[in-house]
């Protein structure tokens, strides 16, 4: 279910990102060019995002092969991503660390949403400046109304920078926090396993045998 989330969150960042550029393709340069950087950034957010996942499910594989025994911490810490390693090996031996979490993704949901309200902005100042150059142009209200459509026009593609900015933000977001609640899920689950198939590689554990000895 997660996956498909994920997928579907996916797929419409894309398809907001696709369907504005469409519409400012031979119409708005200068949208064009920052929904083309919105769809840069998302696509960096995605990236990070799917490297996390598959670091996850490398982790979820390693934790179901326990259940069947584990001989030696080493080899079980060697399956996992780099990333996990030292983090698993130090809390399967009694030690809360914290684990790694995606590093630009939190900017650049942010970043999304700017990038939308400054491709809006400079549409806006194009269009006030159509606007004055329409009305200084002439005195003529049919000449007025011509001259004004073409800005007004322009204002309503502005807009849509913000449409694709906002959207990837929101997807990018979803993404994340799906992601997250999948790697949470599995320390739970390893942290539950500490007290059972890793008791032995546990130092808590070895410290109260020697205590115990003596």
């Keep these: 279910m997660i ?6 969150a996916l797929t419409l960042g894309l ?13 708005d340069s200068a949208a064009l060019t920052v929904t083309a950087v919105i769809g840069g950034v998302y696509l960096i957010g ?3 995002l799917l490297r996390y996942r598959r670091a996850t499910r490398g982790f979820t594989d390693a934790l179901t092969a326990a259940n069947e025994g584990v001989a030696s ?3 079980f810490i060697s399956k996992l991503d780099p990333t996990l390693k030292s983090p698993v090996k130090l809390r399967v031996e009694g030690d809360r660390v914290g684990f790694p979490v995606p590093v630009l993704t939190p900017y650049l949901i942010g970043l999304l949403v700017m990038l939308g309200l400054l491709g809006t ?5 194009d269009t006030l400046r ?13 000449a007025v109304r011509a001259g004004l459509a073409a800005p007004i026009k322009g204002l309503g593609l502005a807009f849509g920078t913000s449409v694709a900015g906002v959207a ?7 993404m994340s926090t799906l992601s997250k609640r999948d790697r949470i899920i599995e320390i739970r689950r390893l942290d539950t396993m500490t007290a059972t198939v890793f008791r032995s590689f546990s130092l808590v554990h070895g ?8």
């Design 168 to 174: 990837t933000s929101a997807m990018l977001g979803l």
């Design 207 to 214: 410290q109260r045998e020697t205590f115990a000895a003596l």
């Design 46 to 48: 995605v990236f990070e």
């Design 3 to 8: 996956k498909l989330l994920f997928g579907t």
């Design 15 to 27: 398809a907001s990102v696709v369907w504005m550029g469409s519409v400012f393709v031979g119409n």
């Design 121 to 125: 902005f400079v549409g806006m100042v």
């Design 130 to 142: 159509g606007a004055v150059s329409a009305l200084e142009g002439t005195t003529e209200l049919a």
């Design 73 to 75: 911490l080493d080899g």
